[in-house]
C-alpha cells in the first residue's frame, strides 16, 4: 500500500463546545494521510490514475466548512467521510487541530479509519 499525504490544510469554520465559539470563523488545521494503491499511476504518469491532491484539498476544506459541530471528533469524521468518497483510498488518517483556542498549546483530534467502500486497482477495471 502506498501513501498520499497533504498536510497544512487551513480552513476558516465555526465549531466549538464553548460559549461564542462558532459566534466567529476561527482557523482550524487538517492534515490528511492517505493509503492506496499508487501502482497504476506510477506506470502511466496520469493525473486521473492517482488521488488528485487538488480535489482532495476541496473536499477536505468543504466537509469543514459546510457544517458546524461541538466536537472536533465530529469535523474529523466529517473529513474522513469526504476523504472516503473515493474509493481506491483504502484507508486514512485526519488530525484536525484547533491552533487559535488556547493560549501556547493546539489541541488537535486523530482519527483512523478504514474504508468500506475500497475496491483495488483490480477490482476496478
Do not use: C, W
Not at 465559539?21 to 492517505?34: K, N, T
Not at 504518469?45 to 459541530?69: C, K, M, P, Q, W
Not at 465530529?74 to 474522513?80: F, P, Q, S, T, W
Not at 467521510?81 to 489541541?107: H, M, Y
Amino acid at each position: 500500500m502506498d501513501r498520499i499525504a497533504l498536510r497544512g490544510v487551513r480552513v476558516f469554520a465555526r465549531h466549538g463546545a464553548n460559549p461564542g465559539e462558532r459566534d466567529h470563523e476561527q482557523a482550524f488545521e487538517i492534515d490528511v494521510i492517505l493509503d492506496a494503491d499508487l501502482s497504476r499511476a506510477i506506470v502511466s504518469d496520469e493525473i486521473d490514475d492517482t488521488v488528485h491532491y487538488g480535489d482532495l484539498h476541496a473536499r477536505v476544506a468543504t466537509a469543514v466548512r459546510e457544517r458546524s459541530h461541538a466536537l472536533l471528533e465530529r469535523v474529523a469524521a466529517d473529513v474522513l467521510d469526504a476523504v472516503f468518497e473515493d474509493e481506491r483510498i483504502a484507508r486514512a488518517t485526519v488530525t484536525v487541530a484547533k491552533p487559535s483556542i488556547l493560549d501556547g498549546a493546539t489541541p488537535s483530534v486523530t482519527l483512523t479509519r478504514e474504508n468500506s467502500r475500497y475496491r483495488d486497482a483490480g477490482e476496478r477495471e
